[in-house]
């Protein structure tokens, strides 16, 4: 009986590890970066879609470096 029970302590802690690192390698980054995509919209959305080409390459630009900036603040990129 004494066995039974330390391999469900083991298991348990297996498990809370395992739960743990599911989080922060892959829930955690998942979550950052959908918030930061919908930041990034909501900062960059001009409303228009009568944009010069040039204009929305400089949109596409700026998407680009807020999107980078705000995983960075969050510690997803270096």
Do not use: H
Request: with cysteine; net charge positive.
């Amino acid at each position: 009986m004494q066995k039974l029970k330390q391999y469900w302590i083991i298991i348990l802690l297996m498990v809370i590890v395992g739960g743990g690192l599911f989080y922060w390698f892959q829930w955690r980054p998942t979550q950052i970066r959908k918030d930061c995509s919908v930041k990034v919209m909501q900062i960059n959305t001009n409303g228009g879609l009568d944009q010069a080409f040039e204009e929305f390459k400089q949109l596409e630009q700026d998407y680009d470096n807020n999107y980078k900036k705000c995983l960075r603040d969050n510690g997803i990129e270096k």
